[in-house]
């Protein structure tokens, strides 16, 4: 039985942007980076209020149709409980459309979120696993939402059921020599788009090697981040998609021919550095800056945090 929540109940949840693919690891390793989303909201008696500060504002919808918005709903249905009236209110700082997982952090904030208000109802919130799922189904591959739920570094996979997929993760323990360097362009580009630039089928030969630098990334992340530069090799994406954004295929390539591991993050334009420097050559930081790329040196982001009630983003 769905029960309909009271009026002025509060919640909040702060969520990390995330890297997915890592190079090799195309849709199943991802990482969750120092950038934050706030989403808090409020119950009321009727309709339904959106703001937006910070990245999107103006430029997503402010209404139903608005990503958090159809999460908090999916999440409150999962929770089994519903809201008359809400307000919604996004404070972003995680860029849309860079290759950050934006997406995967607006689903995973306002499943997050849902959980708040329902546990002041006295319902059982969604635990890390079936954010997991739900997360992803949104997304339709758990890479990304997966890093967001769980911080850190993971491993995740798709199992064919029945009836709905089944998406899982494990996290993995990234190397504490690892730092991590984010380059994020003025330019954006779609994850839709850039799919479709990849071929149905591959060969064996690529198959095998990314399988081996997938194996070996695992390694790297863990253990020996010397072997970070070819365990961040790729075939199967990078070099398909470099195309439709020259200006990062190109700093990868000045990072790589300076020594320092790089990748595409995600469907790009971003590009993720993890590097055993305390700071990137300045070969790379001149490119960077000549062509648009605001870089900055990144934490590893934290696990999905949500509360009862408001609390002020640190």
Known sequence: MTRTL??????????????????????????????????????????????????????????????????????????????AGLIVRCRNDI???????????AVVGGLAAANGLAAQAGASPMTAERLIQVSSEFEGHPDNAAAAVLGGAVVSWTEAGAGEARFAAAPIRLHPDINLFTAVPQVRSSTAETRILLPEWVSHADARFNLSRAALLVVALTERPD????????????????AAMPASAEYLAVLRRCGVPAVLSGAGPAVLALSTRAELPA??????????????????GDAVKWTSGVTVRS
């Open 6 to 83: 009271p009026t002025a109940l509060t919640a909040t949840a702060v969520v990390a942007a995330s890297s997915a693919n890592l190079g090799p690891g195309f849709d199943s390793m991802g990482l969750a980076v120092s950038l934050y989303d706030e989403i808090i909201v409020e119950t009321t008696e009727s309709g339904l209020i959106v703001e937006v500060e910070g990245e999107g504002a103006g430029q997503v919808p402010l209404d139903a149709n608005h990503l958090v918005v159809r999460a908090i709903e999916r999440g409150l249905r999962e929770t089994a409980v519903s809201a």
């Open 283 to 300: 070969e790379a930081l001149e490119f960077g800056s000549r062509n648009g790329f605001a870089t900055a040196r990144m934490a590893v």
């Open 227 to 242: 072997l970070l530069m070819a365990a961040t090799e790729d075939v199967l994406h990078q070099p398909q998609r470099a």
């Open 95 to 105: 860029p849309h459309s860079r290759g950050l997982g934006s997406s995967a952090a």
